[in-house]
C-alpha cells in the first residue's frame, strides 16, 4: 500500500493538498487488494494499473469515498465473468442507478451522481469508470471536447480487456461493446482525447501526448475513432497555440500546444476546419485540403465579414445491427433499470419526517439520496436561516452538501443578516457557492476571483461574480457595482421579427481583455420587441452569428467593433443567406432506424406529443396540409407510446391526414441515435427527416424553428420535382 500511496501524492499534488490523507489512503488500499486478488487486475502492467485501476481521478470530478461501496454491489455479478461480459454488467448496474439529466456544469463525485440517479454525459462517465475500477477493471473516460458538426461534445469509456481498448457509451447498457448512440458522430470528431495524472512512459497504452495542463497530461485518441491526418501550425518559438472549434457561435478551445524551438507544433486531428489562436494572432486551418496554418495578426472586421466553418465530412459508421433477441435484451434491461432506479429514488424521501420541514418538502426531494443531510440541517431548531442557506443552493449542491458543511456557513454568516436586505444576505452572503468551485468550509484560500469573493462575503460584504463576464461585483450602498470601478457604454443589439436569435446558438459575443478574446454571456430572455440591451464594459468586441447547415458545416459572420466610454451603439445582427440546395445534403440513416417501405419520398416524425415545439410544427403542418397531401410521401409519425395520438393537436392532424401513421418504437433510443447520428439535439424534440427515394436522410431539423413546414414541404417538392 506504500507504493500506491506514493504514486497518489505524485500523480495528484492539487488533490493530495485539498482533500484529507484518509480518503487517498481508502484508495490505496482497496486497488492494492484488488491488485493481489483480482485475476484481471493482476494481469496489468504496473502503468496501467496505477493509472486506470488506482488513480481515483478521472476528469475534475469531485473526488469521494465510493470504491468500496460500488465493489461491494458489483463483485458477486461479475466474479466469474470474462473481463468484456463482466463490462457489460457493470455498465448495466450502472443505468440501474443512473441516467441522463442536463444539469449546471460542476462535475458531482461519483458518489454524488450514485445517491442522485442522474448526471450529465461527463458525470456519468466518470461514474461508469469508477465503478469499473472499483473491481479491478482498467477503465478511462475519453471525451470529445467539441463536436465540429453540432453544438455538443460528449464522453465515453473506454475498457481495457485482454490488452485492447474497447469502448461502451456509460450507463448506456448495450449487448456487445464497441456500440453506441455516438459511433457516427465520433466518426466525424476533430479531436478525441484521454487523461493520465503524473509520470507516464508507455506511449502505446496511453497514446500521444497532447500536452499538460495542471495535474492532467492529454493523450489523443482521435485516430481511433475517426479519419485523421497530422497538421503543422507555426508560431514564435515556446508560444501556446489554442486549437478551436467553431461551435456554439464562438470558438471554442479544444486543445493547446506548445510551439518546439524550430515555432512548430503538430498535432493528428480530424478532417475538418481547425481555428489557431495565440494572443491576438489567429489563423484557419481548412482540413480538408490544408495541412498546415502559420498564426499572425488578422485584418479587422469592421463590417460583417462572411466566413465558413466546414465540419469533417460524413463517415458513417454503422456496427452490424443487433438481433431481434439482442434488441429484445436490451430493452428488458433498460425497463428494469429505469424501474430499479426510480424506486431507489422515491425510496429517499420520507414523508414523515419531512412534517418537520414545513415548506421544505420539494427542497427535501430534490436532496434525492442528500436528504438525510438536508433534513439534519433543517429540522436542528426553528431558525428560518436555516431554509434560507438551503434554498441558495443549486439543486446538485443539494444532493451532496453535508449538514456539517452548512452549518459551519450558517455561523459564518449570521452575524451580518439583518445588515442588508434578506435577498441580497442570501444570494450573496449567506450562500457557499460562487462559481463552480467545490464546496469547502473557506478555511483555505481559493484562487482567483473565486476566492475574492469567497474573502468579501467572510468579511460581510455581500460579493458575488457578474454573469456577464465573471467580474466581481459588491453590494454597496444600496446598489450593485464593479469591485474595480469601470466605465462602460451601451450595445443594442436588433434583429427582424421573423428571426429567432439564440445566444450560443446562432450568436455570440467576445471582449479582448489586452491578452485574449473572453467570452460573455447574454441572456436570451432579455430580447424585447426584436431588440437586446446590453451594458457593457468599454472596450473591444467581436461579434459571431452562424447559420449550421444540415449537414453540420455553418455559413458564419464576424464583426468587430469598438465601444467608447458613455457610447450607445446600435448593431443589427445579421444572418448569412442559404439556399434549398445548401440544405439538401444526403445522409445515411443508422441502420436500426425505420426508413421508407414505398419507394416514395417520405417524410418521418418524432413527435413529443402536448410539448411546445411539437405542437407548433403541427399547427405549421395542419396549415400546408393540402400542399403535403398533394405531394403524397410516405408520412409516419413516431410516437412515445400507444395513447399520445389522442393528444388534441396530434388527434385533429391524424383525422384530416389519413396517410399519416402512427408507429410506437422505442422512441427515445431511436431519438437518441438519430439526432446524434444526423448532428442534432437529441433533447429538443420533434425530430423531423425527409428521405429520398433511395432511404437516405436528404434533410433533418428539430426543436422550434419557425417555418420548419414550409422547408419540409419545399424539400419535398424538390424530391418530387426530380423524380418526375
Known sequence: MEAELRFLRTALPEDWAAYPPSLFAAFAAHAARLRRTVPWCVALSQEAYEQYVLCPRVNDEDLSEHRELFYRQLWDRVRDLEPEQAVLEVNRWCHEQASYQAQDERTASPLTVYRCGSGRCGEESAFLVAALRSVGLAARQVYAPRWSHCDDNHAWVEVLCHGRWRFLGACEPEPVLDRGWFNTAASRAMLVHSRTFGPVTDTALHGAPLGREGQALYHNQTARYAPTREYTFRAAPGEVITLEIFNEARFCPIARLTAGADGTARAELGLGDVHLSAGAKEAFCRGEREQTAELALPAPCPDWTPFPFHAPPPSPVNPAPLTQAQRRERAAVLAAGTARRAARMAGYFDAK??????????????????????????????????????????????????????????????????????????????????????????????????????????????????????????????????????????????KTAEERFRFRQSFSLDFWTGTAWKPLRLADRAWHKNRLTARLPAGRYRVFTTLRLPAGDQLANRLDFTLAPGETRELFLELRDCSLEDLITPRDMPSEVPGRKSGRPALLLWLEEGAEPTEHLLNELAADLPAFRALAPEAVCFLRRPGAERQVTLAGLLAAWPELKAEYPEWSWQVETLARHLGLDPDRPPLAVVQGRAGRAVYACCGYQVGAARLLRQVLERLTAESS
Open 353 to 494: 419526517k419531512a412534517r418537520a420541514c414545513p415548506g421544505q418538502r420539494e427542497l427535501l426531494r430534490k436532496a434525492r439520496g442528500n436528504f438525510g443531510e438536508i433534513h439534519a440541517f433543517l429540522s436542528r431548531d426553528g431558525d428560518p436561516l436555516r431554509a434560507a442557506l438551503v434554498e441558495s443552493l443549486s439543486d446538485k449542491d443539494l444532493r451532496d452538501v453535508t449538514a456539517q458543511l452548512l452549518e459551519t456557513h450558517l455561523e459564518r454568516a449570521r452575524p451580518w443578516a439583518d445588515r442588508y436586505p434578506a435577498e441580497v444576505f442570501r444570494r450573496f452572503v449567506l450562500c457557499p457557492r460562487v462559481a463552480l468551485e467545490r464546496l469547502t468550509d473557506w478555511s483555505a484560500p481559493q484562487p482567483g476571483a473565486v476566492g475574492e469573493v469567497i474573502a468579501l462575503r467572510k468579511a460581510g460584504v455581500p460579493a458575488w461574480l457578474r454573469p456577464l463576464d465573471g467580474a466581481v461585483m459588491l453590494w454597496r450602498e444600496g446598489r450593485a457595482v464593479p469591485q474595480v470601478p469601470e466605465v462602460s457604454g451601451t450595445v443594442v443589439f436588433r
